[in-house]
């Protein structure tokens, strides 16, 4: 691995996937290239190369919104939490207010003003992270994420804080977590993520979608993600999350699934993903895009995927969303769907991936 920074790493992988991807640049919005520069402030060569600074940086893919070039940052524990929320604060502040307007800056004050406060690192051990998205127009989305527990409940709306208890009480296991509240080109939106903390299967969760009106996008749901894990139907205590999102009248659901924490994850990944897509070709031709724009000169694929999510919602069936650690950022030797550098071309890669703004109005866009 060449003796490079992280965050000149993730700065040309970014320039490079905008390039294909026929987006903006990320880097001309000044407050991206700075948390970049203060998130990634290490060698990708420098030993220990801890799992939560591989992770620090990670592209994300959906269905949903399969023209899109969005990342997640997250500021590495060399920060305290306080710092964490305050480095994720002051991109997502500045991407929000330089294009998103001065509606929008302010609904994203006042919502995150009780996650973002000094208080808050005695309330979880979970930081913040800062993530966005831009697609041919400019910028789609930008966010920030916090951590949240029981007795900050009521710091919620209050249709929010009803979701948080109705999903407590409909699934056994789940714990608070964490809450991302962003802001899109017309509303703005907060989701509130728990971790499941214990062994769980496919099948217990139709109790906590019958609870929101998904039930009859149950079956869909464990047919996806068991296309995509080779057939595992139960989920190890500390491998996955649940996010709830209120979108219009109805709520959107999201099942993360860490692939680090399962015990028996597929050693490749890409092919089982493309499976689930099979009958939705223009799904299948945006990922491979996708793939392709992520995948740096001389090697032949972008990486590993660390975290499978299934979103879905009453008017949508379950689709698909990855998050990448790129192949620069991987230890050497260890991923197994980006062989060595060998030499390449453009050709031969492709060939290898065979209203008004306001708050609580989106369906969510899936790119955080």
């Known amino acids: 691995m060449a003796h490079r920074r992280a965050s000149d790493a993730a700065k040309s992988l970014l320039s490079n996937a905008s390039h294909h991807l026929l987006t903006p640049n990320p880097l001309d919005l000044p407050a991206v290239g700075s948390a970049l520069d203060t998130s990634l402030d290490w060698w990708l060569d420098q030993p220990p190369a801890a799992v939560q600074k591989r992770d620090a940086f990670g592209p994300t893919y959906s269905e949903s919104n399969a023209s899109a070039l969005a990342f997640k940052l997250d500021p590495t524990d060399q920060f305290a939490p306080h710092d964490q929320a305050q480095i994720a604060t ?12 001065s509606q929008a800056l302010h609904w994203f004050d006042e919502r995150s003003e009780p996650f ?9 051990n979970y930081g913040a992270n800062f993530a966005t998205a831009v697609d041919r127009h400019g910028v789609m989305e930008a966010a920030a994420t916090f951590g949240w527990s029981y007795d900050m409940t009521n710091e919620f709306p209050q249709s929010i804080g009803q979701m948080a ?22 509303a703005g939106g907060q989701q509130i993520t728990f971790e499941i903390t214990q062994d769980t299967s496919f099948a217990a969760l139709e109790p906590l979608m019958k609870a929101f009106g998904l039930e009859h996008r149950h079956a869909g749901l464990m047919t996806v993600g068991a296309f995509a894990l080779g057939a595992r139907y139960h989920l190890p205590a500390g491998s996955a999350t649940i996010t709830l999102l209120r979108s219009g009248q109805s709520v959107e659901m999201r099942l993360d699934i860490n692939l680090d924490a399962l015990p028996d994850a597929p050693t490749v990944m890409l092919p089982l993903l493309r499976l689930p897509m099979a009958e939705r070709p223009a799904s299948l031709s945006s990922f491979d895009r996708w793939l392709t724009a992520l995948t740096p000169d001389g090697y032949t694929g972008p990486g590993s995927v660390t975290v499978l999510s299934i979103r879905t919602r009453h008017d949508m069936p379950a689709r698909m969303a990855v998050f990448l650690r790129p192949v620069a950022f991987e230890k050497p030797n260890t991923s197994a769907d980006t062989p060595a550098p060998q030499p390449t ?24």
Do not use: N
Request: net charge neutral; glycine share 10%.
């Open 116 to 124: 973002r406060a000094a208080r808050m690192p005695g309330h979880s």
């Open 90 to 101: 002051h991109a997502a502040r500045a991407v929000i207010g330089a294009d998103l307007g």
């Open 345 to 368: 071309d453009a050709a031969a890669q492709e060939a290898a991936w065979a209203q008004e703004w306001g708050p609580e109005q989106m369906p969510h866009m899936g790119v955080m």
């Open 165 to 186: 208890q109705i999903a407590l009480a409909a699934l056994p296991g789940l714990s608070p977590f964490y809450t991302t509240i962003s802001c899109g080109r017309r």
